[in-house]
């Protein structure tokens, strides 16, 4: 049986981390003109910071967090859209009233004050 919430736990460590990543990817392009560097080179930043970034800040395991390295290399982003329907509850279906008891409304009254 797969562990969904351990699954949106990975998911969610990996978005973090691909912003990180991917703003340190774009630095180094700067730096190296050879395509076939800078793929390997995307590999091994995207492995590192997710990893480092999982077991910082999340209290995964370290084969969770190769996990989230992995992913933060693939694209959190795209994974997170594709199962998004299926794992998360979307914005669009959650109940979007909010009522407000009347003992807890707040009015305002006109007052002058004198001065």
Known sequence: MLDLD?????LVVAIASSIISTALIQKIKEMINNKKALS???IVVSLIVGFVF????????WQS???VGVIT???ADAIYKAFEDKIFKSFG???KNVSVP???EITFEDSKDEI
């Open 65 to 67: 967090s190769i996990w």
């Open 73 to 75: 290399y693939i694209g």
């Open 54 to 61: 999982s077991i910082s800040f999340s209290d995964l395991s």
């Open 102 to 104: 009347i003992e807890n």
């Open 40 to 42: 390997i080179i995307s």
């Open 93 to 95: 279906s959650m109940n």
């Open 6 to 10: 351990l699954i949106k736990v990975i």
